[in-house]
Nanobody, 115 residues
Framework: QVQLVESGGGSVQPGGSLRLSCAASGSIFSINAMGWYRQAPGKQRELVADITSGGTTNYAGLVKGRFTISRDNAKNTMYLQMNSLKPEDTAVYYC?????????WGQGTQVTVSS
């Protein structure tokens, strides 16, 4: 069973930056398209960025141009560089596969953007 551990969240002011990390146990990570998801209070979990095993990326419109997803298959780790953060980016951020069956969800990492 693959375990996912997200880290790097925190509290920042609008316009600030954070870099999230997703560490996965197991080599199966490298063959899967992966995504960063987020869930704001009272809202559904949504996909914000994804990356194939080969490095092709896609972004939700709300974060395009501000967020950058990347991965290091040798380290079984995925990253999300978040720049120009806005209050509406406040959420718990999770990583997981892009397609079913998903891995068990990790605990997520809280990102709070507030002045």
């Amino acid at each position: 069973q693959v375990q996912l551990v997200e880290s790097g969240g925190g509290s920042v002011q609008p316009g600030g930056s954070l870099r999230l990390s997703c560490a996965a146990s197991g080599s199966i990570f490298s063959i899967n398209a992966m995504g960063w998801y987020r869930q704001a209070p009272g809202k559904q979990r949504e996909l914000v960025a994804d990356i194939t095993s080969g490095g092709t990326t896609n972004y939700a419109g709300l974060v395009k141009g501000r967020f950058t997803i990347s991965r290091d298959n040798a380290k079984n780790t995925m990253y999300l560089q978040m720049n120009s953060l806005k209050p509406e980016d406040t959420a718990v951020y999770y990583c997981n596969k892009l397609s079913s069956p998903l891995f068990r969800w990790g605990q997520g990492t809280q990102v709070t953007v507030s002045s």
